[in-house]
């Protein structure tokens, strides 16, 4: 346990901070983030299976909407909370095991621009993803690798926190709100309960996953702040 703690203790510290700031405005952006990820995967199904996107938000109550025409229904709707974990365990692999943190961040800085441009409408949501990809953006610019190394550690880790937690949330503690496993529910048949269960267990075991086979030995950073 010792050298667990040892080997991956910012790692920790960070899933200790995010626990400890959850009910805050501090961890409110990076909510708000995993959010956006949320509806980009919801997005990304949408177009992949044939269709086509008509609009995208995000609100500052954690909420988000696409609304798409065509693709395959059964595929955008479970993509949602899915989609949204395997892009942060996507980040936090990035992280942990290439060298290409600047890269990733200034392509998810672009991202959301791009889909601002293309798809948001509403004041809120065009600021945030315009402020944050931005920022991505300038970071992965003027920031040696290790900095924005710890920034897809932190929106990678604070996803694997928040799905499963927003799963749980959404589909089995308020099982009658309109959530994307309700619809599925309604259109595939089930109960909202069986398919956030499933997706439940799909998320934990993917971060388990994700865990048990990338996390290594070591995985704490050497900060230089001379070099990129």
């Known amino acids: 346990m010792l050298n667990l703690i040892k080997g991956h203790w910012q790692l920790i510290a960070i899933v200790v901070l995010v626990f400890l700031f959850w009910p805050t405005r501090i961890v409110l952006p990076l909510k708000i983030l995993v959010v956006f990820m949320h509806e980009l995967s919801h997005a990304i199904a949408i177009v992949l299976t044939g269709g086509s996107v008509e609009s995208f938000t995000i609100s500052p109550q954690q909420g988000g909407l696409v609304i798409g025409r065509g693709g395959n229904r059964f595929l955008s709707l479970s993509a949602g909370y899915l989609g949204s974990l395997a892009l942060g365990i996507g980040l936090l692999v990035i992280a942990l095991r290439t060298h290409w943190d600047r890269a990733v961040l200034g392509g998810f800085g672009g991202i959301m621009l791009l889909v601002t441009l293309l798809y948001v409408r509403d004041l809120f949501a065009m600021t945030f993803c315009v402020g944050v990809g931005a920022a991505m953006l300038a970071m992965a610019w003027f920031l040696g690798r290790p900095l924005c190394d710890l920034v897809l550690r932190v929106i990678g880790l ?71």
């Open 158 to 228: 604070t996803s694997m926190i928040y799905v499963p937690y927003d799963i749980f949330d959404d589909t089995i503690r308020r099982s009658g709100i309109r959530s994307d496993a309700y619809m599925l529910a309604e259109e595939f048949g089930g109960a909202t309960m069986l398919w956030g269960g499933a997706w439940l267990v799909l998320s934990i075991l993917s971060i388990f996953l994700c865990l048990r086979f990338f996390l290594g030995r070591n995985s704490n950073l050497r900060f230089d702040f001379n070099a990129k």
